[in-house]
């Protein structure tokens, strides 16, 4: 192996992951945009939400690449930089504690609309709290102290840090699922809507835990090397994907819905549809709407003539 390839090599291989990531947000971004649901309009506090995310997420996707140049080619000459952690790394360890407190935040959310279960919100909340506490006071104390050797001393917090990532992303998409699971009919349209939430639920716990278990792990067993850039510098494209994904695809969901014979109602997607059990019957669509209560899974029978 070269001499730099386990600290600026691991630094650029995150560095290109990283902004391939932002790269696929941005469209999502670009979708959310453009997207087109009739007859509504997202509240304004959900646009804010949408544009804190953006904001964050091009900064941190600006001082990444700064960063890579800082390296590469600022000091090229100069191999003593590899004992020095830049601030880009401590300033995306904060970037990734607010957007994994603002996803968990946003899916403690739905479990809530979906559930009422308040103790089990108060306790995902509590636990988001105490990791995003935790992340602020580490970023802030490497942010203080850049030297590699001495950023070792902060390796109990971020390890605890990213294992309490890692067990609130799994237990919130094992809820998730579960729920939406128990939510199943015997109609093949609404099942269709509730698979497709089921498996973002799913997709959005195992790719951001496995993140959080990649930078606990390099940071545990390699705290020598820039391994942990591999996947401390994307993990919050994955957390801003999730949340993304959920705004964007509700054009899509609601098209289904509204050529379905079903009501579905499920948290952020109120959309429905009446129709009638046998040959004919009346499609009534409702636009998708960001916010609703419990989830109801019925079929209503509209006769000809009333």
Not at 57 to 81: D, G, H, K, L, R
Request: contains cysteine; proline residues 4%.
């Amino acid at each position: 192996m070269g001499e730099f390839d386990e600290t600026i090599g691991f630094t650029l291989l995150g560095v290109i992951i990283n902004t391939y990531l932002t790269g696929v947000i941005m469209t999502q971004f670009y979708t959310y945009l453009t997207q087109d649901l009739p007859g509504y309009e997202d509240p304004l506090w959900f646009k804010y939400l949408v544009g804190f995310l953006f904001v964050i997420n091009i900064s941190q996707a600006a001082a990444v690449v700064y960063m890579a140049w800082f390296y590469c080619v600022t000091n090229f000459a100069n191999p003593e930089i590899v004992n020095y952690s830049m601030w880009s790394y401590t300033f995306s360890g904060l970037t990734t504690t607010i957007l994994a407190i603002t996803n968990q935040m946003f899916q403690t959310w739905k479990i809530y609309l979906f559930t009422r279960n308040k103790t089990l919100v108060v306790l995902l909340t509590t636990t988001s709290l105490v990791a995003c506490g935790l992340g602020i006071t580490a970023s802030v104390k490497a942010w203080l102290n850049l030297e590699m050797a001495k950023l070792a001393a902060l390796r109990p917090i971020v390890e605890a840090i990213y294992a309490l990532h890692c067990a609130i992303d799994v237990t919130i998409a094992a809820i998730l699922t579960l729920t939406l699971s128990n939510s199943k009919t015997s109609i093949a349209r609404t099942d269709r809507i509730l698979n497709r939430l089921i498996r973002s639920a799913v997709q959005s716990g195992s790719f951001t835990a496995i993140f959080a278990l990649g930078t606990l792990f390099s940071f545990h067993f390699s705290p020598k090397t820039f391994m942990l850039g591999l996947f401390l510098l994307p993990i919050g494209r994955i957390y801003t994907h999730t949340m993304m994904d959920h705004f964007v695809s509700r054009e899509q969901l609601q098209h289904v819905l509204t050529n379905s014979s079903d009501i579905m109602s499920v948290p952020y997607f109120h959309v429905r549809s009446v129709g009638i059990n046998g040959p004919s019957g009346v499609i009534e669509p409702v636009s998708l709407r960001p916010t609703q209560t419990l989830p109801i899974v019925s079929k209503t029978v509209v006769l000809e003539g009333h």
